[in-house]
C-alpha cells in the first residue's frame, strides 16, 4: 500500500534537525576561535587541546547535517524504502568518533598525571572556559530535545557530542583553576572523569545504531502502542506475526490481520487500510503500515490444498452425468485449517420440485465431498432461477 504521510522537508529552514545542527555548527566555529585565541594569549595548553575538541565538534555537525539531509531525501526507484539508513550509519559513525575521542583523552590525560606541567595560565583562560562550557551545555540541551522529538538517533548522538565538549571545558576550567591554584595534577584526575562519561555516551550510540541495523525490534513500550492502535479496528478480530524496526528516525511495521472469512476481499482490504491508517495516525513516528490480510481460522500454513483452477477440473469430474455442468452459477471457496469449505449456487429448473432439489442438492454434495482436501460442501438455488 502506497504512504499518505508526508515526507519531512530536507530544506534547513523546515526541519527542526538540520535547523540545530546548522546552529551548533556555528556556535563550535565561533567557540574554536575564541579558545584556541584564549589559550594562545593566556598560555593555556589545556584550552588550545579544548578548542581542537570544538573543531571536532565542527567536523560531526558536519556528518550530521549530511547524514540527516540525505536521510530525508524521498522514496526513488533505487531506494524504495527512503534514505532513514544513511542516519543510521552516519549515528554509528559519530558513536565510534566518541569512542576514539574517549581513548584519546584518557591517554592524554594519564601522561599529564604522570608528568604534570606547573603552568599559570592568564584569567582570560577562564573566561574563555567559562563561555564554552554555558554556551555547549545550552547547544547540548537543545539538540537532544530536538533529537529526542523527532526520534533522531544522529541528532542524540551530536548533541552528546556538544556535552563532550562542555564537559572538556569543565575539564579546562578546573585544571586552569587549580593550576593557578597551585595543583596541575587535579586537571588530568577531573579529565578521566570526563572520559568516562564521553565513552559511555559514545558506546550507548553506536550500540543504539548498531541494532537499529541490524533490524532489531523497537522497544517494547512503542510495540504496545502500536498493538493498542490495531485492536482498535472493528473488523480486526486477531493479529500475529507482528514486527517493528527502526529505519533511521522512522519506524516500518508489518502484521498480520486476521478478519472474519465470510467477508469479501474489498472489505478485508477495507480493514487493512483502516488499521493501516490508525497506526499512523496514532503514532507520528510509523512511516508505513504493511498488512496481510489472513481470514480467521483460515489455513496460512501455506498446505498443499487444490486451487480454485484445479478444484473446477475435479469438480467438473465429479459432477459429470449427476447435473448439468452450466447450471453451478457460482463455487465459493474458502481454505481452513482443516481442508476446503466448498459453497455452490445452482440454478434450479422450474419444474423441480422442493424435495427433488433436495435430493439433487444432496447428491452433488456426497459427489464433491469425495474429492482431495473438502471437508464441507453447502449447495444452494439462485431464488427465482429457470432451466
Same mark, same amino acid.
Request: aromatic residues 6%; negative net charge.
Given at each position: ?255 498480520? +490481520?486476521?478478519? &472474519? ?5 474489498? !472489505?478485508?482490504? =477495507?480493514?487493512? %487500510? *483502516?488499521? #493501516?491508517?490508525?497506526? /499512523? ?64 449456487? +445452482?440454478?434450479? &429448473? ?5 424435495? !427433488?432439489?433436495? =435430493?439433487?442438492? %444432496? *447428491?452433488? #454434495?456426497?459427489?464433491? /465431498? ?18
Amino acid at each position: 500500500m502506497e504512504s499518505h504521510v508526508p515526507s519531512a522537508s530536507p530544506e534547513t529552514g523546515r526541519d527542526p534537525g538540520l535547523k540545530i545542527t546548522v546552529i551548533g555548527g556555528i556556535v563550535n566555529l565561533v567557540l574554536t576561535g575564541i579558545k584556541f585565541l584564549a589559550g594562545i594569549a593566556g598560555g593555556s595548553s589545556v584550552l588550545v587541546v579544548d578548542a581542537i575538541h570544538s573543531l571536532s565538534d565542527l567536523a560531526t555537525d558536519i556528518v550530521a547535517f549530511a547524514g540527516r539531509r540525505w536521510a530525508l531525501l524521498p522514496q526513488d526507484r533505487d531506494h524504495p524504502y527512503g534514505h532513514g539508513r544513511i542516519e543510521t550509519l552516519a549515528a554509528l559513525i559519530m558513536g565510534l568518533f566518541l569512542i576514539g575521542l574517549a581513548v584519546y583523552f584518557a591517554v592524554d590525560s594519564v601522561q599529564k598525571f604522570l608528568h604534570p606541567r606547573a603552568e599559570l595560565p592568564g584569567y582570560i583562560t577562564l573566561a574563555a572556559a567559562l563561555i564554552s562550557i554555558i554556551s555547549k551545555e545550552v547547544l547540548y540541551r537543545s539538540t537532544v530535545r530536538v533529537g529526542k522529538e523527532m526520534h533522531s538517533g544522529l541528532i542524540i548522538a551530536n548533541a552528546w557530542h556538544h556535552r563532550s565538549d562542555a564537559l572538556s571545558s569543565v575539564v579546562a576550567f578546573l585544571g586552569i583553576l587549580f593550576a593557578r591554584l597551585g595543583t596541575p595534577a587535579m586537571d588530568p584526575l577531573a579529565a578521566l572523569i570526563v572520559v568516562l562519561m564521553v565513552g559511555h555516551a559514545g558506546f550507548a550510540i553506536f550500540l543504539d545504531a548498531f541494532r537499529n541495523l541490524a533490524d532489531t525490534m523497537v522497544e517494547e513500550a512503542l510495540q504496545e502502542q502500536i498493538r493498542a492502535s490495531l485492536s482498535r479496528v472493528a473488523g480486526v478480530r486477531d493479529f500475529h506475526d507482528f514486527r517493528a524496526r527502526r529505519v533511521g528516525s522512522e519506524v516500518w511495521v508489518d502484521v498480520h +490481520l486476521q478478519v &472474519p472469512s465470510e467477508i469479501s476481499v474489498s !472489505e478485508g482490504h =477495507y480493514i487493512a %487500510e *483502516r488499521a #493501516r491508517r490508525m497506526v /499512523l495516525q496514532d503514532i507520528p513516528e510509523v512511516r508505513e503500515v504493511l498488512v496481510h490480510i489472513d481470514p480467521e481460522g483460515g489455513s496460512d500454513r501455506g498446505e498443499p490444498l487444490m486451487d480454485r483452477e484445479r478444484l473446477r477440473e475435479e469438480m467438473n469430474r465429479a459432477l459429470k452425468g449427476v447435473i448439468r455442468l452450466d447450471t453451478v452459477e457460482h463455487v465459493t471457496i474458502d481454505y481452513r485449517e482443516g481442508g476446503i469449505d466448498l459453497t455452490l449456487r +445452482l440454478l434450479q &429448473p422450474a419444474a423441480l420440485t422442493l424435495g !427433488e432439489a433436495d =435430493y439433487l442438492g %444432496e *447428491r452433488v #454434495r456426497q459427489c464433491l /465431498l469425495g474429492l482431495e482436501g473438502v471437508r464441507t460442501v453447502q449447495v444452494n438455488y439462485s431464488p427465482g432461477s429457470t432451466p
